[in-house]
């Protein structure tokens, strides 16, 4: 299986400064990006020319409703967008959003026709107590289960095993732990749900020099990847040694 680099934006950039780094960026390896909800319109032409994924960083669990502030999974899917990133540490942090809200996304998402890229991860004090497993496998539980009837056979579930206390800081977790994480993952997957088109990624402090270390090992399918995916230099060389594997 080809490696994936998601690239997540998050808020760093404007819609202009996206439209110019997007424009910049060429598909040497499978790529998706998911950028701010307010470039996503401008993005989504450049997207089908160039090959790229594009993506959402969030979505709601309804298509429709009173819902003041939030953005349907319909209108990202025709908008242009295949992907959004559900869960990701900083909304369940910041926003407070539930093991059981993000699992209403992943199926939202996945009854509209976008694949989710659902975020799982320990924060440190749980690795430290050493409840790192335990705590991915009850995301994992909640986000998964039931899924069975809302899937297509042809649908992907994208999984981004990222540390809580590896994003955003430069520390990393080592290769051999995230290897260890990941085969966890896809044996609770397994057991979880039928479907075959998953992959797991690694995210977290990845660079354009470290990237290898993760894309080397077969359990590990990709990378999301935050800071350096901003930066057009880094982001550049970071695609060009992930399309070697
Ligand atoms: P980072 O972020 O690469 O800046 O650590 C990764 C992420 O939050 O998805």
Same mark, same amino acid.
């Given at each position: ?17 996206? &439209?110019?780094? %997007?424009?910049?960026?060429?598909? @040497? ?18 997207? @089908?020319? $160039? ?30 967008? !295949? ?6 540490? +900083?909304?369940?942090?910041? %926003?407070? !959003? ?27 004090? !749980? ?8 705590? &991915?496998?009850?995301?994992? +539980? ?51 749900? $039928?479907?075959?088109?998953?992959? &797991?990624?690694?995210?977290?402090? &990845? ?23 901003? @930066?057009?230099?880094?982001?550049? $060389? ?6 070697? %594997?």
């Amino acid at each position: 299986m080809s490696k994936l680099i998601v690239a997540n934006w998050k808020m760093y950039l404007s819609p202009k400064d996206s &439209v110019e780094l %997007f424009g910049a960026v060429a598909k @040497k390896s499978k790529t998706v990006i998911c950028s701010s909800f307010i470039a996503l319109n401008q993005l989504s032409a450049l997207a @089908k020319k $160039s090959g790229i994924g594009l993506g959402a960083q969030d979505c709601f669990w309804d298509n429709r409703g009173a819902y003041t502030g939030e953005v349907s999974p319909l209108d990202l899917k025709d908008l242009g967008c !295949e992907y959004v990133i559900v869960g990701h540490s +900083e909304r369940r942090n910041y %926003f407070k !959003e539930t093991d059981k809200m993000v699992g209403k996304k992943v199926k939202a998402a996945l009854v509209a026709g976008l694949t989710p890229i659902l975020c799982v991860g320990e924060n440190e004090s !749980e690795r430290k107590k050493g409840k790192a497993s335990a705590r &991915v496998e009850e995301q994992l +539980e909640y986000a998964l289960d039931g899924l069975g009837k809302k899937l297509r056979a042809e649908q992907w579930i994208i999984i981004a095993y990222e540390p809580v206390w590896a994003i955003g800081t430069g520390n990393a977790c080592d290769p051999e732990t995230a290897v260890k994480m990941h085969q966890m993952i896809k044996e609770k997957i397994a057991k979880l749900i $039928s479907v075959k088109n998953v992959r &797991v990624l690694y995210g977290g402090s &990845v660079d354009d020099k470290n990237i290898a270390s993760y894309l080397k090992n077969t359990e590990i399918d990709g990378a999301l990847v935050g800071g350096a995916s901003t @930066k057009k230099d880094v982001f550049m $060389s970071l695609l060009a040694v992930a399309a070697k %594997f």
